[in-house]
C-alpha cells in the first residue's frame, strides 16, 4: 500500500505506542548504527530518513535538501572557554514531507537524545523557516523536488529535463529552490537559473533583485555551466530578444516581486502547561509583562511560574520551546514535541516557526531572554550602552550565546 500523502502540519505527533513507534522500533532492533561516533568531537553531521531508518547523508550534499524528505541534522561543537561538547540536534521538515516521514525523524531525535545521555538541545524546523542558528551550518541552503519516496535521490539536469531555480536571500543567508518550468514561476524580485544543458545555461535578475542574489546566482550557474558561459538576462534590459530562454519556459506572465511580510517586533511571550494526555486542551497560565530596561521595554515571564514537575510550552512570538521539568513524568515528557503541533492547531501563526525542546537547568539563552534579565545583565547594558553599543543588536549566532550566558539567569 502506498504511504498516503499527508503534509506534516496535518499529524499530531503522538508516537509511543504508534505505528511509527513500531516500525521505528522494528527497524532498530539491532542497534542504530548510524548514531557510531556521534557526538565525541566537533562537527556537522546529517542523515535522511529512509523507510524507518536514518542514512547518513553526503558530506558533497550538506546544505541540499529535497521537499519530500525529512533529515537530521546534528551540530557538535564546543565553546570557546571550555572544553566540553555541547549538542544541537534538529529535525528538519520538507514542505512535502509524509506524516511517516516527519514522525520518524521525531522519534529518531529523541533515540539519539537518549544515546547522547540526554545532553542535545532538540529544535524542529521548517522548510523556508529555519533559524538563524540552523542557517548558519550551511554556506546556503538549496531545495529540491522529490526525495526519497519518488525515487529521487541526487539533481543532474539534462537537456531533456531542464531544471529552474529560484535564488532568494533571507536576511544575510540565501537560499535556491527548484521550481515549475515556466514563465510564471518567475517574478521580479529574485534571481532565477535555468539549466538546458552544459552548455545553456542562463541567469535571469528580476528588476528589484538584490544584488547579493544576482552575485550568487552566477557564482551557482557558472558551477553548472561546463561547456561555454553562462548567459546573464537582466529584467527590461533587452530580456525579450533571448528567444532560446523563453523557449524553455513558455507562456505566462511574470509575477510582481513578493509583498514583504512585516516581521513581529514586538510580542508578549505565553507560557502554557502541557498535560500528558494529548487530548487535553493547552492551558494557559502566563503572560509576560513589560519591564523597563535599559534603552527599551522588554516583556518578560516570571522564571517561579516554571515547576519542576511540569512541562511547559512557551510562545516567544520568533519561536516555540517546550521546557521539560527535571521531575516531569515519563508521559509528559513524550508530550513534548507533540505540544508545539497542538499548539498549532490553536494558533496556526507558530505553525511554521523552529521548535526548541528545553531541558530544566540546560536551557538556552534565547529561552532564558525571555524570563528577565539579572543585576549583572543591567550593568553589562549600561556598559554596553557607554560604549556605543546595544545589547540586542547581537548579529554573531555564536558569540550572542556566550555573550547572553552571562546574561540571563
Known amino acids: ?31 542504530e548504527d548510524a548514531w557510531e561516533g556521534m557526538g565525541e568531537t566537533p562537527e556537522l553531521r546529517v542523515w535522511r530518513i529512509e523507510k524507518f531508518t ?23 561543537y564546543k565553546e570557546d572557554d571550555s572544553d566540553a561538547l555541547k549538542h544541537d ?46 542557517r548558519s551550518y550551511f554556506d546556503s541552503l538549496r531545495y529540491h523536488d522529490g526525495g526519497v519516496e519518488s525515487g529521487f535521490n541526487h539533481v543532474e539536469p539534462t537537456v531533456e529535463k531542464p531544471v529552474l531555480f529560484r535564488v532568494k536571500s533571507s536576511g544575510k543567508q540565501i537560499a535556491m529552490t527548484q521550481m515549475p518550468l515556466s514563465k510564471s514561476s518567475l517574478n521580479e524580485g529574485d534571481s532565477f537559473i535555468l539549466y538546458g544543458g552544459k552548455g545553456h545555461v542562463w541567469c535571469w535578475n528580476g528588476k528589484d533583485s538584490k544584488p547579493m542574489e544576482k552575485a550568487k546566482s552566477n557564482l551557482w550557474a557558472e558551477g553548472m555551466c561546463t561547456l561555454g558561459s553562462v548567459k546573464v538576462i537582466d529584467q527590461g534590459d533587452g530580456d525579450e530578444d533571448v528567444g532560446d530562454f523563453w523557449d524553455y519556459l513558455g507562456e505566462g506572465e511574470i509575477a510582481p516581486a513578493e509583498e514583504a511580510v512585516e516581521p513581529i517586533t514586538e510580542f508578549k511571550p505565553l507560557l502554557f502547561r502541557v498535560d500528558a494526555n494529548p487530548d487535553t486542551e493547552l492551558k494557559q497560565v502566563a503572560e509576560g509583562s513589560l519591564h523597563q530596561f535599559p534603552g527599551k521595554p522588554v516583556p518578560v515571564l516570571e522564571k517561579d511560574i516554571l515547576n519542576e514537575d511540569d512541562v511547559f510550552l512557551m510562545d516567544s512570538g520568533w519561536e516555540v520551546y517546550v521546557w521539560i521539568g527535571r521531575d516531569a513524568d515519563t508521559s509528559e515528557k513524550i508530550a513534548a514535541m507533540g505540544a508545539a503541533d497542538r499548539y ?42 557607554q560604549a556605543g553599543n546595544s545589547v540586542f543588536d547581537w548579529t554573531d549566532e555564536r558569540a550572542r550565546r556566550r555573550k547572553a550566558s552571562m546574561l540571563y539567569w
Open 89 to 134: 540536534i534538529h529535525i528538519w521538515i520538507g514542505e512535502d514531507s509524509t506524516q511517516d516521514e516527519y514522525g520518524t525523524a521525531a522519534y529518531k531525535m529523541v533515540e539519539a537524545d537518549d544515546f547522547l545521555g540526554g545532553a542535545p538541545v532538540q529544535h524542529r524546523q521548517i522548510q523556508g523557516k529555519e533559524s538563524a542558528e540552523f
Open 1 to 31: 500500500m502506498c504511504q498516503q500523502k499527508l503534509s506534516w502540519k496535518d499529524t499530531n505527533l503522538s508516537l509511543i505506542g504508534s505505528d511509527i513507534d513500531h516500525k521505528c522500533k522494528e527497524a532498530a532492533a539491532q542497534g
Open 54 to 76: 536514518v542514512k547518513p547523508w553526503p558530506k558533497e550534499q550538506y546544505g541540499e535538501f529535497f521537499k519530500g524528505d525529512s533529515y537530521i541534522v546534528m551540530n557538535t
Open 344 to 385: 498549532a492547531q490553536m494558533e496556526p501563526r507558530v505553525a511554521d516557526l523552529p521548535v526548541t525542546i528545553v531541558k530544566s537547568g540546560k536551557e538556552s539563552p534565547s529561552f532564558k531572554a525571555s524570563f528577565g534579565m539579572t543585576a549583572m545583565s543591567l550593568l553589562l547594558c549600561r556598559l554596553e550602552q
